[in-house]
């Protein structure tokens, strides 16, 4: 097995973090990266191989992208089935290869598939993509014999690094909808802030007892707070609530 620590898109072995970083800002979406990414792995590990990548996200597995037709369809085989060596290799976190992956009875669909394309050896090699993802790099090739360490070790390389990206899109996905949900949280919280003003105005209150009264107003109607300050706000105004606005002790 290998030491050196990665392999260069573009062309020879060692990468930096910052290449895999500026190829995923440079592709439109994450499927078109991965897709990039299975391609070019295709070229760097053995001359002639094809790759897929299988991503398990909290439990689903899904056929994330492909280098050819071919790998696709067996990645395809084995995701319907939820049998075959990427799906072993990502539950056992382990290097499936050489004759294990054509013996196991398990995995007749995806065995059936491969050997319709013609494919004769494969490999499974699976990563970490974060605390609930996890995925498989799959090799396939049509000549006997090719994976030996050094090819696994450059495929385990690819593998590591595509868990990482995953992992880092995966993290940014999870912030927008956090940040989504602070913004709706922030505007319920402004509307809400608005309808107090205009109760207080109205019945010359204070703002502890005009909350009062929208909360009154929201359980004997069984309507949620929101939606009635929303109302409040509407009917004064005539428009939609907008953000910001007043803001009271009693909402905080």
Excluded at 57 to 65: E, F, N, T, V
Excluded at 110 to 125: I, L, Y
Aim: hydrophobic share 40%; with cysteine.
């Amino acid at each position: 097995m290998t030491d050196e620590p990665g392999i260069d898109l573009s062309g020879g072995r060692g990468c930096d973090d910052g290449e895999l970083d500026d190829l995923l800002l440079g592709t439109a979406t994450v499927e078109d990266y991965l897709a990039d990414f299975a391609a070019r792995a295709a070229d760097r590990i053995v001359p002639g191989t094809e790759c897929s990548i299988t991503l398990r996200l909290r439990a689903d597995d899904r056929r994330a992208a492909s280098s050819s037709e071919r790998s696709a369809r067996c990645d395809q085989a084995e995701i319907i089935a939820g049998a075959g060596p990427c799906v072993t290799a990502i539950d056992e976190m382990r290097v499936l290869a050489g004759r294990e992956v054509w013996s196991d009875p398990r995995w007749p669909e995806w065995s059936a598939t491969t050997t319709e394309v013609g494919f004769r050896p494969a490999a499974a090699v699976p990563a970490s993509a974060g605390p609930d993802a996890r995925i498989a790099l799959n090799l396939y090739h049509d000549e006997p014999g090719l994976w030996d360490d050094d090819g696994l070790a450059r495929a385990g390389d690819f593998a590591h690094e595509i868990g990482r990206v995953v992992a880092l899109c995966l993290r940014i996905a999870e912030q927008m909808v956090l940040n989504e949900d602070l913004s709706a949280a922030m505007l319920s919280r402004s509307v809400i802030d608005q309808a107090i003003g205009i109760v207080m105005a109205q019945n010359r209150c204070t703002a502890e007892e005009a909350f009062r009264i929208l909360r009154s107003a929201s359980s004997h109607r069984n309507v949620k707070l929101r939606e009635i300050a929303a109302a409040i706000v509407h009917s004064v105004t005539g428009a939609e609530p907008a953000a910001g606005g007043f803001r009271s002790r009693a909402s905080r």
